[in-house]
């Protein structure tokens, strides 16, 4: 018998090949005859362009070709929006300014290409990138989200009458109706300011045009394989079919790699074509950290309307977005903040309004979170403040409005990024609550722990707060599952792959329910030329959307190998079964055939066939949700603050999560810890530093942080509450973003907790040891 | 162009010799001029981590060191650990306990590992996170890569 | 980020490089471990034309017991050899207690200690030693051949009294006189990542149990290791108590330094962590001076004091 496989730790199908160095990476592409390209990249973040001069950079001995903006023609010219505009949204105001491919008469952010070089090599390339003579006159940069819609500022796009990018308003109930009937009104501003996806791949993208083929082979270190084939077909004028994206492995995504109208994506394939050579493009670090999308830059005017008794009768949060020099992304991270906001909570009054802003700083598209963290951030700092009005626990505040059980599904009132209402569609967020507490002995610390340590000098807090996850979103992700003539499986679907395990995972959903073992299936993601229906991984969307693609593809396989096994055992079909590898009749296990066996005579290639009978072994199905299915959970944590330095450690670190059924354990607790990790770094280490005149001032990783083996707590506790979703069928819910979301609230609770006595508040993050050191003798003096 | 200057070095076990550009750098070297392209690079920078190799037996960043250097020396890089049919049991471990996701940074985590466990074959927990702590993951949080030297130091323990 | 062109010379000997940066003068720059250069090369920020590797110069590498109690280190030594030779343990434990915080392995395997000198970084922790322990150094040219004292070798942020030609060949390191106590303690956002701050001292103390010399010696406050004359002359002939120890540090972080602000910390934080290192180091180091504690004790990063 095979035994269950969903829902095991199973060991990852992909591990040797990554450990033994044999994992294909985009810049491991070796084409005989390929070139190197380099983008010359603005220093300034407003300017006009005067003049550039490239002929000494002709001249350089390797160097095959120099462009700019016009060079390229009509080829030139704003790239698409990459997601639709909030147009279901009443009232939704939205200036469309997509990504250009290269600057024009203008640049607006640091890092904005102005020239792209293609030489024998990256080094010759980079040696010619200081050949180039540009001509700029700089305008002044408009940095600060708040002044950048005051009137009269310098704009950002000339031909709109503002740097108002779009403005969102969406309201449930009256907040009005509820901040006249409450007890206390406490308002607060938060600043959340960028951080990077910072996956420690670089972006990178290979383009070989097949002239005799008229074939064009594209590798790309995306998330979005399909969208990036179908951008690039569309652009060259080509079929679809004659361009295939092949994803190879991918060392880390983390959003930014979701985009596919950057400049590498719309030029080089153009290039390639006229030069008739293979071009490679690898981004460096420097690249990375100037010039490809971040994320987290939001200014919040956020208050909460409650009763003395603690329950929330409303929330309102005016809030800015910068979505940087351009909005490629349409409204998907705001839209995200707006529908996590009021998350775990009953508020029945809520109103959220969005002024996306344009700025002179890199575009702001999704990384881990996506939006989420603000909202969490915002509901949970306001729950701390009116904890500490009410003089209530801050856990205890919560439990007391929590969603219930069974309230769901619930209907929020407010629109998401997928243009639907956001529904809640399960979930017991009073047990991730009260099993969080439980497992950092919360009463104990509040009662007895901390005030002894605090009786010692240490400076030690603890914070415990809850945060929704949107996960699992459409419009839809596909699978084609197929047995072959040596009885092995075969996977492909169309979302690429960055470390999350999808050959395990979809390996093992298509191994339990065709009866065979992990070894016998393999899986294919994210080659177009093999799939090529889908939108991309993003939105925690891969295991429960492909996934159940995959389960309903391996389904139709399990119908069609029991139909034509009854038919070729003479035995009816629910008298047989299918188990390692073989269809068998159950009361007779010697009467079987093999699913080899089974795949050859599924496609005859002489004599004839039933009508209706289509040959092979095979399904191709798709999955589409009504809606996201909602991930939940509560994490809490204890730091230590040094009180003559201000570093902070964290002590213990709890984490329960509800992500609905679990298709592999192992794979699921990695996704919460890099998640956290990346979380703890918007608490306190990472930071994209720009000056006012929009100059970034740390694009290396000597001046942006990400959190080290000794920045991490020792242990990071996990547990999970299993509330399946009745949105697809095997009761899934997305992870991935889950371990980022909830750290900056749950951390400035814990140190405003380690300084309570002062009264310390922290309203802005990241922080740091300066920064707390600032606030606490701010609160000191006042 | 500077004139070009031959690198006589060991790789792995096997001997080559090229003709490079002093300023090649040994992390392109390896990747481009030999193949082996199980060392990754992140940053050029010498930050990261991903390009730990192990020159003359000790750990260290490729792109921190011009092919020319190598010259006269011995490198090792992570395709002399194991292969798909078998793993090291360095490698063995990390696979265990989950210890990679993307799998990017992993190849300079192993050598890192790999001549750290020659020095303490019973590392304790801040003793690994110390000498790992100049490898960025992005996508573990460390935990499991943790739990895999422990692991790791046990099975090559065992095999002694 | 790929460097730019340059001519490779890697001489042999001590002789064949000086014959070479003589002859290369301004165009010359001397290769050590690299780990700071090659970054800046990577980053285009240094485009030097010529660069001469000692790399393979093997006289360079030494670690040298001297009569008198000290050691002499030879500038391509590199810094994981000395944070684990036994006699630099002996003889000048703050360096071993240091190098932990000194980026990480990877770049201590191939970063040598004369070249930390060299650099000097005034966030650098080996030259704030170099002050902290009165180290000398020996420069030589083809014509030329001294010895400077650490404190007149650091000029300026990034800059030493190293002409072109010259370069440096070793560094001595006097023997720490009995009843002497040091200590290393540093601030910094990551482990190995600069520090925001950091403290190196030594004190020594007479038969009596009084301060007879005191280095107090802060790093990242300045263009160059700030060596604290008048908060040491605090310590000068008293018995180490919380006061006294109170009152050098606070004229060390208010008086003798002046950091500035960037986006790890502003000036005044600095002001305030480097008091209380100040303090801390100083505690400590003279805790080891009587005996109480060793010179030799490591701090892991779990269990750093974090008293105040």
Redesign the interface.
């Known amino acids: 018998m095979t035994k269950r496989i969903f829902g095991k730790?199973i060991?990852?199908n992909?591990?040797?090949?990554?450990?033994?160095?044999?994992?294909?990476?985009v810049?491991?592409v070796?084409i005989p005859g390929m070139l190197y390209a380099a983008f010359l990249r603005s220093d300034y973040a407003h300017a006009r362009v005067n003049s550039i001069d490239v002929s000494t950079a002709l001249q350089r001995?390797g160097v095959v070709a120099v462009y700019t903006a016009k060079d390229f023609g009509d080829f030139w010219k704003p790239g698409p929006l990459q997601v639709p505009p909030p147009s279901a949204i009443p009232g939704a105001v939205f200036n469309a300014r997509t990504l250009i491919p290269m600057a024009k008469d203008k640049v607006r952010y640091s890092g904005e290409p102005l020239a792209l070089v293609i030489a024998e090599s990256?080094?010759i390339a980079?040696?010619a990138m200081?050949d180039i003579v540009v001509d700029m006159d700089p305008l002044p940069a408009v940095t600060d989200m708040e002044k950048a819609l005051e009137p009269g500022v310098t704009l950002v796009h000339d031909d709109l009458p503002s740097n108002l990018a779009a403005n969102v308003k969406q309201e449930k109930g009256s907040y009005a109706e509820a901040a006249a009937k409450a007890d206390f009104i406490i308002k607060r501003r938060f600043l959340i300011d960028r951080g990077a996806g910072?996956?420690?791949?670089?972006r990178g993208f290979v383009v070989n045009w097949d002239a005799k083929a008229q074939t064009m082979n594209i590798w790309a270190s995306t998330q979005a394989p399909i969208p990036l084939r179908n951008g690039i077909a569309a652009r060259l004028g080509l079929s679809d079919t004659q361009v295939r994206v092949i994803t190879p492995?991918?060392?880390?995504g983390?959003g930014p790699k979701i985009m596919t109208s950057m400049p590498d994506d719309v030029l080089l394939p153009i290039v390639a074509r006229w030069l008739g050579r293979p071009i490679k493009w690898i981004e460096?670090?420097?690249e990375n950290f100037l010039s490809t999308t971040a994320e987290r830059d939001q200014l919040h005017y956020a208050e909460i309307a409650v009763t003395k008794e603690g329950k929330i009768l409303g929330v309102k949060d005016v809030f800015y977005h910068n979505t940087g020099a351009y909005d490629p992304y349409g409204m998907t991270v705001p839209l995200n903040t707006q529908t996590h906001t009021t998350g775990s909570y009953n508020v029945p009054n809520y109103y959220t309004e969005v002024r996306m802003v344009f700025t002179n700083k890199m575009v702001v598209t999704p990384v881990r979170g996506a939006g989420r963290m603000y909202g969490v951030y915002v509901m949970e700092r306001l729950m701390d403040a009116a904890a500490k009005k009410l003089g209530m626990d801050p856990a205890e505040l919560r439990l007391k409005n929590l969603i219930q059980p069974d309230q769901f599904q619930v209907h929020t009132g407010i629109t998401g990024q997928d243009f639907v209402e956001n529904v809640l569609d399960s979930g017991n967020y009073p047990a991730t609550l009260a099993r969080a507490k439980e497992m950092i002995e919360y009463d104990k610390l509040v009662k007895t722990e901390l005030p002894k340590l605090r009786a010692e000098?240490?400076r030690v807090g603890v914070g415990i707060v809850c945060f929704v996850e949107g996960t699992g979103v459409g419009p839809y992700e596909g699978a084609n599952v197929a047995v072959d003539a040596g009885g092995k499986v075969n996977v492909a679907t169309g979302i690429s792959t960055?470390?999350?395990?999808h050959f395990t995972v979809f390996a093992q959903i298509a191994a339990e329910q065709l009866g065979v073992s992990m070894e016998d299936v393999r899986v294919v993601t994210g080659d177009t030329g093999v799939f090529h229906w889908g939108a991309g991984t993003f939105a925690s969307r891969g295991a429960v959307v492909a996934g159940s693609a995959v389960n309903k593809a391996a389904l139709m396989v399990r119908e069609k190998i029991f139909k034509l096994a009854s038919k070729l055992l003479k035995v009816p079909e629910d008298r047989l079964e299918l188990a390692d590898g073989r269809v068998f009749v159950s009361s007779d296990p010697a009467k079987a055939i093999s699913l080899g066996e089974l795949s050859q005579k599924s496609n005859p290639t002489r004599g004839v066939i039933e009508p209706g009978v289509e040959p092979g072994l095979e399904a191709t199905a798709y999955f589409g949700p009504p809606y996201g299915a909602t991930g939940q959970g509560s994490t809490a944590m204890l730091v230590?603050v040094?009180?003559?330095?201000?570093?902070v450690?964290i002590k213990r670190f709890v984490l329960v999560h509800d992500c609905g059924t679990v298709i592999n354990p192992?794979?699921l607790?990695?996704?919460l810890?890099?998640?956290?990790?990346?979380g703890i770094g918007n608490s306190f280490?990472e930071?994209l530093?720009y000056d006012e005149n929009g100059q970034l001032?740390?694009a290396?990783?000597?001046?942006y942080?990400?959190?080290?083996?000794?920045?991490?707590p020792?242990?990071?506790e996990l547990d999970h509450v299993v509330t399946p979703s009745p949105l697809n069928p095997l009761g899934m819910k997305g992870v991935g973003e889950a371990?980022a979301i909830p750290i900056p609230a749950c951390f400035a609770q814990a140190i405003e907790n380690a300084f309570a006595d002062i009264g310390l508040e922290v309203s802005n993050m990241p922080l740091?040891?300066?920064r707390l050191?600032?606030l606490v003798k701010a609160a000191k003096n006042s | 162009m500077s004139k070009l200057v031959l690198v006589d070095v060991t790789v792995n076990g096997v001997r080559y010799q090229r003709q490079v550009e002093p300023r090649l750098l040994l992390s392109d070297f390896l990747r481009h001029e030999l193949c082996l392209t199980g060392t990754h690079v992140g940053c050029e920078h010498g930050v990261c981590g991903a390009c730990t190799i192990l020159f003359d037996g000790e750990s260290m960043r490729s792109c921190l060191i011009f092919a020319a250097q190598a010259n006269g020396h011995e490198i090792r890089t992570v395709e002399s650990l194991g292969t798909v049919d078998k793993l090291h049991p360095l490698q063995e471990a990390f696979q265990e306990k989950h210890g990679l996701q993307c799998g990017f940074c992993t190849p300079g985590i192993l050598m890192t590992v790999l001549p750290f466990l020659e020095t303490h074959p019973e590392p304790s927990e801040d003793e690994i996170r110390e000498a790992i702590d100049g490898n960025l993951c992005r996508c573990t949080g460390y935990q499991n890569i943790v739990e895999a030297v422990k692991l790791a130091s046990e099975k090559i323990a065992a095999r002694e | 980020m790929k460097p730019a062109p340059f001519d490779y010379y890697a001489p042999a000997s001590v002789a064949e490089a000086l014959d070479q940066l003589a002859e290369l003068g301004y165009n010359g720059k001397v290769l050590a471990g690299g780990q700071s250069l090659i970054p800046a090369m990577n980053f285009r920020m240094a485009q030097p034309a010529a660069l001469v590797d000692l790399n393979n110069i093997k006289e360079l590498e030494y670690i040298q017991p001297t009569a008198d109690g000290g050691l002499l280190i030879g500038t391509m030594t590199r810094d994981s050899k000395v944070e684990y030779s036994p006699v630099v343990i002996q003889r000048a434990a703050l360096i071993c207690e240091t190098m932990p915080y000194i980026a990480h392995p990877q770049i201590r395997n191939r970063g040598t200690f004369g070249g930390a000198m060299a650099h000097a970084d005034p966030a650098g922790q080996l030259p704030g030693l170099a002050v902290a322990l009165e180290m000398r150094m020996h420069v030589r040219s083809k014509t030329n051949d001294y010895w400077v004292n650490a404190d007149d070798f650091f000029v300026g942020p990034f800059a030493s009294v190293i002409q072109p030609d010259e370069m440096l060949v070793e560094v001595a390191i006097p023997a720490l006189a009995p009843r002497s106590g040091t200590c290393y303690r540093q601030v910094s956002r990551q482990r190995g990542s600069q520090a925001l701050v950091a403290v190196a001292v030594r004190v020594t103390l007479d038969e009596k149990g009084e301060c007879v010399g005191a280095n107090i010696v802060m790093l990242s406050v300045g263009e160059r290791p700030i060596l604290a004359k008048k908060a040491a002359g605090v310590l000068i002939g008293q018995i180490a108590s919380a006061g006294a120890i109170l009152a050098a540090a606070e004229i060390a972080a208010t008086e003798e330094i002046d950091p500035g602000s960037d986006i790890h910390a502003t000036a005044e934080y600095r002001h305030a962590a480097a008091n209380v290192l100040v303090q801390r180091a100083l505690t400590e180091a003279f805790a080891r001076a009587q005996g109480r504690s060793s010179n030799t004790q490591k701090t892991s990063i779990q269990n750093e004091d974090t008293g105040g």
Request: proline share 7%; hydrophobic share 30%.
């Open positions: 730790p060991k990852r992909e591990d040797p090949r990554l450990l033994t160095g044999q994992a294909l990476f810049d491991d070796e001995p990256r080094y980079e040696d200081a910072g996956a420690i791949e670089n492995f991918i060392g880390g983390f460096d670090r420097r000098g240490k960055q470390g999350q395990g230590e040094d009180p003559g330095t201000f570093e450690k192992m794979i607790e990695g996704q810890q890099g998640g956290v990790q990346m280490y930071q530093a001032l740390n290396s990783f000597m001046d942080l990400m959190p080290q083996a000794t920045d991490m020792l242990r990071m371990g740091n040891p300066s050191y600032e």
